[in-house]
């Protein structure tokens, strides 16, 4: 069995219950791993960035694996503040390209359009599927609909699905 996964809402306003399990089973599916909800009330303190007024993605990754479970766990947080990285507007999230910690924001994923709770989860899904791909060693895909494509808009997102293509799985090893 491939590492667990642990799940983390490190968001300003209160979890969507439903929505981390929406999370949790695609990770599921797409890992067939174990994939635990982490019930834990620090969030990262140092990631705001007065100048861009957003937050680093880079500081909540390192956050999360100083305060995230030890290795071998993977360690995946949800969040609800606005993500960047310097050369980028923006992101919908980063992650360790083969390491243990990813991170994934909503705040973009609406693209300002209210959309049903429905609509956005699968969006967070899949992006949450696409960023512990990377994790697990897993580059950019140009399968269509796989969750490894590149998406830097909500509509590229919802071109995808929240599940790794064949070859992807394959690169995974099975
Ligand atoms: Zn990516
Ligand atoms: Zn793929």
Do not use: N
């Not at 390491?99 to 994923?109: C, D, K, P």
């Amino acid at each position: 069995m491939r590492g667990s996964v642990q799940l983390w809402w490190i968001g300003d306003q209160e979890e969507s219950e439903r929505m981390l399990e929406h999370v949790r089973s695609h990770l599921v599916r797409a890992f067939r791993t174990e994939v635990g909800i982490l019930r834990d009330p620090r969030r990262p303190a140092d990631s705001w960035d007065p100048r861009r007024r957003q937050h680093s993605s880079k500081k909540i990754l390192s956050f999360l694996l100083e305060a995230g479970p030890p290795p071998p766990a993977r360690v995946l947080g949800v969040t609800d503040r606005d993500l960047f990285i310097p050369i980028l507007t923006f992101v919908f999230g980063e992650a360790q390209l083969g390491g243990r910690a990813a991170v994934v924001s909503t705040a973009r994923l609406d693209d300002g359009v209210p959309v049903s709770p429905r609509v956005l989860w699968e969006r967070v899904a899949t992006e949450c599927v696409h960023e512990v791909g990377h994790t697990y060693g897993l580059l950019h895909c140009s399968t269509e609909r796989c969750a490894m494509g590149r998406s830097p808009s909500v509509r590229d997102v919802d071109a995808k699905r929240g599940l790794l293509c064949r070859d992807c799985l394959a690169r995974l090893g099975g």
